[in-house]
């Protein structure tokens, strides 16, 4: 029995809640893309969500949906292949066909997170409300609410049975908050990603870093909080070296398969650009 819960009172709403914005799961893609809040305080997020597949489907697809999608490893949704997400005993993508799949924390499968939002929002630091059919709610951060293979090979999120997500929550930003969302597709449009970055800096008077928030999609079963090149950004003033060399260290972890080692430049690319693109006074691109 599939139910819709398209109209259900105050799941599509986009509003300012004391200092924080709440986003209703069946807010669309387009709705928020096109929103005065989220492009005046979260730009990257429009920018993410601006560039998801194609305007036909930003103006039916939630974010709610968005963030809950299956992976789209084309053996785990071919029912000729049972792979290990589908009870089998062997993820197919390590001898196959990968050029698109995780080069970091790629074992024992190797799928990459579907969502450009779910990047945006992890660097945010965003926490999600989920409610079940006995009325019960909690509430937790979404960077905690995905689950790679070596927790559940079999699961990506933590959503419970007869439970739905309700509200994405987005946390104010400190006064020097600057951001930048990159990607990279095949293709311009209606495309997944072959890379994508979010990055969020906390910028002081000064022009030094005091915290960074660099989270990537596209390269790990879940959203990747980049902590190392997290690290090489705190207390710096950014500039090219301190970014590219930022860009090595989220990547010192990276174990590319067969066919897609070229990821890795592509990524160490993307994530230089994003560091200097927040990095400049009221930075922000997407």
């Not at 819709?4 to 009172?9: A, R, T, V, Y």
């Not at 096109?34 to 103006?59: K, T």
Request: aromatic content about 4%; hydrophobic content about 45%; glycine content about 8%.
């Amino acid at each position: 029995c599939l139910v819709s819960i398209k109209d259900i009172g105050g799941l599509r709403t986009i509003a300012e809640e004391g200092d924080s914005v709440q986003i209703g799961a069946a807010a669309t893609l387009a709705e928020i893309a096109a929103h005065e809040v989220i492009g005046r305080r979260y730009p990257a997020l429009a920018s993410a969500v601006g560039h998801s597949a194609s305007p036909q489907i930003r103006n039916v697809a939630t974010l709610g949906g968005n963030l809950l999608q299956r992976p789209r490893c084309w053996y785990f949704r071919q029912a000729a292949y049972r792979c290990l997400r589908k009870g089998g005993g062997h993820c197919f993508a390590f001898g196959g066909e990968n050029q698109y799949h995780a080069i970091i924390d790629n074992h024992p499968c190797a799928i990459v997170h579907p969502s450009s939002a779910a990047t945006v929002l992890v660097a945010l630091g965003a926490e999600i409300a989920l409610a079940n059919a006995d009325g019960a709610s909690r509430q937790v951060a979404l960077d905690s609410f995905f689950i790679g293979p070596l927790t559940d090979v079999q699961r990506e999120n933590d959503l419970r049975p007869q439970e739905i997500l309700t509200t994405i929550i987005i946390p104010p930003l400190p006064p020097g908050a600057r951001m930048a969302h990159l990607r990279q597709g095949e293709r311009e449009s209606m495309d997944w990603p072959l890379a994508e970055v979010a990055v969020v800096l906390d910028i002081d008077e000064s022009g030094q870093c005091r915290q960074a928030s660099i989270v990537l999609g596209a390269a790990a079963p879940v959203p990747y909080r980049a902590r190392g090149a997290e690290d090489a950004l705190r207390g710096q003033l950014i500039d090219e070296a301190v970014a590219r060399q930022a860009a090595q260290a989220a990547l010192a972890r990276a174990t590319p398969l067969s066919k897609n080692a070229y990821k890795i430049p592509l990524f160490e690319t993307l994530i230089r650009r994003a560091i200097l693109a927040a990095a400049k006074p009221n930075g922000s691109a997407g």
